[in-house]
């Protein structure tokens, strides 16, 4: 089975204007999806941030967490918060998950947009159950993960589809329900 990595891309992102920006850290990101990547066995989940001063806030919000009175008011917190890593850009991402792994990993981009190179969850489900590679998924925040961006990755994961035409999740609930449906119980295909 294939180790699964998860990155937060703050920058290269799209705002509304469809402008490259690089968005804020927001508290609840760095929480939920710490949350999310830990109850679905993610290695670690990366916050890639260029600014030191946003870089410094994911620090400061997981110090507390991890020492003194956070950690021992929440331990389950201290542990999921252990998983993150804060990193310049998604080129550093990949070459940390090569140091450890021996390998690149397999980058798969998300997106609420469906691209031509758009692949089914039940087709990457099988390819971290079989093959070895490392998986990375990227995050875009903002209006999601620039263009160069998606066209470079190995994959890009279709979107998440309701029944209704609105298609604006927030990332950490996107973040859960892939994981959930990469990662988690065969639920769906039981019955």
């Not at 997981?62 to 542990?79: F, H, I, L």
Request: aromatic share 10%.
């Amino acid at each position: 089975m294939a180790k699964v990595f998860l990155a937060l891309v703050h920058y290269p992102v799209y705002n509304k204007r469809m402008d490259v920006v690089a968005t804020a850290i927001t508290n609840l990101d760095v929480h939920d999806i710490a949350r999310s990547s830990c109850t679905y066995g993610v290695a670690k989940y990366f916050i890639v941030h260029p600014v030191a001063s946003q870089q410094a806030v994911v620090r400061e919000i997981t110090a507390y967490w991890q020492e003194g009175y956070g950690a021992a008011y929440n331990p389950d917190r201290k542990t999921a918060l252990a998983l993150i890593s804060v990193q310049d850009s998604i080129e550093a991402v990949v070459a940390a998950i090569k140091e450890s792994e021996g390998v690149e990993p397999f980058v798969v981009t998300t997106d609420a947009r469906l691209y031509e190179k758009s692949v089914g969850y039940q087709s990457l489900r099988r390819r971290i159950e079989t093959d070895e590679r490392p998986v990375l998924l990227l995050f875009g925040t903002g209006w999601g993960l620039e263009k160069p961006v998606m066209e470079r990755a190995d994959a890009i994961l279709r979107p998440i589809y309701g029944p209704v035409e609105y298609n604006h999740l927030s990332v950490r609930s996107a973040v859960a329900i892939i994981l959930d449906r990469l990662l988690g119980e065969a639920w769906c295909e039981q019955g």
